[in-house]
């Protein structure tokens, strides 16, 4: 469609299609492209798989059975990406995939961040904050992600993988809450609480996570622990995440 809004004979209907749980990043996700829709004259349905990805192709499935001219597809991954985005394109249905894994459909635009670019700035964040705060490399830090979720995690990890060869950073823990059906803050919050136990000041100085999605267990076990040595770094962002810079500049970098 061009800025005059649905082509003649289309019914002016587009599907965004997310993997990801609900969040305040989810939120913004489908509120920015309801708001574009719109604009350019379209109807916009929004569909979360909360973190699912066998919700995630009933969803893929349910959607090419309905009247859609476009499809916003968001993390789908390998093992059925591919199949039915190819389906949808046959129909006639045009498609964007925003870090989706899997083959890419030929004709399909695939976008994506550039993860490692984001870890790298992260990562050093917390390291350099980390140093004012006495730590010497390799760093010592928890990582919060859940691997083999979604591909930006897994890109991300890899990115932390290689600070750990060159001896920027040693993991003492990794924690992996649950994405799907779970109450992922409170796993964070008593993983962290457990941690903070076991390694006092001066042998622990970072919380790094893959998603901002993640801090709030985190950041809420330090405050309760009374812990002003350990700094937090985090990949995505969001209001909750623009107001806590507001508020607390020491905690987050």
């Known amino acids: 469609a061009d800025e005059g809004g649905a082509e003649p004979g289309s019914s002016g209907r587009i599907a965004v299609i997310r993997q990801l749980a609900s969040s305040d990043h989810t939120t913004q996700f489908f509120a920015g492209c309801i708001a574009e829709g719109e604009a350019l004259g379209y109807t916009v349905d929004t569909f979360m798989a909360d973190g699912d990805d066998i919700q995630m192709q009933n969803l893929m499935e349910q959607a090419l059975n309905q009247d859609y001219d476009i499809w916003i597809v968001s993390h789908a991954n390998e093992g059925y990406q591919y199949d039915l985005v190819s389906r949808a394109v046959e129909q006639g249905v045009k498609v964007v995939g925003f870090d989706c894994g899997g083959e890419h459909v030929p004709g399909v635009t695939y976008t ?120 937090f770094s985090a990949i995505d962002i969001s209001d909750t995440e623009v107001q806590r810079l507001v508020e607390e500049p020491q905690y987050v970098c």
Do not use: C
Request: net charge negative; proline share 3%; aromatic share 6%.
């Open 112 to 231: 994506s961040q550039n993860d490692a670019s984001l870890s790298a700035i992260s990562l050093d964040a917390m390291i350099e904050a980390a140093k004012e705060k006495g730590a010497t490399e390799p760093v010592k830090f928890i990582e919060i992600n859940t691997l083999g979720a979604i591909v930006p995690f897994d890109t991300r990890h890899a990115a932390i993988e290689e600070y750990i060869a060159e001896g920027k950073l040693e993991r003492v823990s990794l924690i992996s809450p649950s994405l799907t059906g779970g109450d992922s803050y409170s796993e964070i919050n008593t993983a962290i609480s457990t941690a903070l136990t076991q390694y006092p000041e001066g042998e622990l100085y970072g919380i790094w996570t893959a998603s901002s999605s993640f801090l709030d267990g985190a950041i809420d076990a330090v405050h309760e622990a009374g812990r002003d040595d350990i700094v």
